[in-house]
């Protein structure tokens, strides 16, 4: 019956791990080109079809892109103007089935821009999303780039797995152990047993 328990209460734990990392997940985003090199994190919410987060810092000044991903600027190849689409830009590189670049801009003129966007097999900027800064920082050159993004482990789920599997390892130890006592009690017996002859 505790073996039973256990293996139910693994399974709880599993699904509860595999359910939040569905639910919210976070990217960092990885940029190349540019001096400094921006860096990135946005955070997706899957259930809801939003970014609850999206922020990149470059050169000292942060930029929120939040609310711009959740409405992005699309045309050509990109068939809507929605979230999911730029979480599929972000994410894949594409927009819709087309494959897009994946690139980011900033613009000093008249005031501090970042943007990031994609440009199609149309050679039409298809999405793009971007915001002026919102802190200090000192803004002296337009840079370019590329950008990548890559999933975040969420450390949660990684503690929920290995909670559940703390059980296992505990009630394979004690079966293990009370075999290896059977078997010597066992053996204690056939010792003391005289020899027919």
Not at 18 to 26: G, K, L, N, P
Not at 49 to 56: H, K, L, R, S
Not at 140 to 156: M, R
Request: hydrophobic residues 40%.
């Amino acid at each position: 019956m505790q073996f039973s328990l256990a293996r139910l209460v693994i399974l709880i734990g599993i699904c509860a791990a595999a359910a939040q990392a569905d639910t919210i997940q976070t990217y960092d985003i990885n940029f190349t080109g540019g001096s400094p090199n921006p860096t990135g994190q946005f955070t997706y919410d899957v259930t809801m079809n939003v970014f609850t987060a999206f922020t990149v810092t470059w050169d000292g000044i942060i930029f929120d892109l939040t609310t711009s991903a959740n409405t992005p600027f699309t045309q050509g190849d990109c068939p809507t103007s929605d979230p999911q689409a730029s979480f599929q830009f972000l994410t894949s590189g594409k927009c819709g089935t087309s494959a897009i670049g994946q690139d980011w801009h900033t613009d000093a003129v008249p005031s501090p821009f970042f943007e990031v966007y994609g440009i199609g097999s149309d050679t039409f900027v298809n999405m793009a999303f971007g915001t002026f800064d919102v802190g200090p920082g000192n803004f002296t050159v337009n840079e370019n780039g590329t950008f990548t993004a890559t999933l975040v482990p969420e450390p949660s789920s990684a503690i929920l797995v290995l909670s559940a599997l703390l059980p296992i390892a505990i009630l394979t130890r004690k079966r293990f152990a009370r075999g290896s006592d059977f078997s010597t009690r066992m053996n204690r017996l056939a010792a003391r047993k005289p020899a027919r002859s």
